[in-house]
């Protein structure tokens, strides 16, 4: 065998969690008026990266800004050096990106 269940279950997970980001290109916020609203307002767009075991998305016009799952699942709006931390200018506490998925500003 490659591996034990769990981690062929988790191997599935991220081929899922991947997959599915995958097929979303593009992902737009707005209607942030908090005094991050620039960082966060904007369209981010699937990158080759994966952070924690999901696609990343990189804020178009802002290479510097990032949409990307934490380590507690959670997705963040955050700065290059942050990517994939428990912290940003906002987060869904959502672990999938849906439409109509509320963000919360930090």
């Known amino acids: 065998p490659s591996g034990t269940v769990g981690e062929e279950l988790a191997a599935l997970r991220r081929e ?13 916020i707005s ?12 369209v981010f767009v699937l990158s080759s990266d994966v952070v924690n075991e999901a ?8 290479p510097g800004r990032w949409l990307a799952r934490s380590t507690n699942g959670e997705w963040y709006v955050q700065p290059t ?12 506490v959502y672990s999938s990106l849906q439409i109509g998925r509320r963000l919360y500003c930090s």
Request: proline fraction near 2%.
């Open 16 to 28: 899922r969690d991947v997959g599915t980001a995958s097929r979303v290109a593009r992902v737009s």
């Open 31 to 42: 209607g942030a008026t908090c005094p991050h609203a620039d960082e966060i307002n904007g």
């Open 55 to 62: 696609a990343a998305y990189q804020k178009e016009g802002d």
């Open 81 to 92: 050096e942050k990517r994939g931390q428990t912290w940003g200018y906002c987060h869904c």
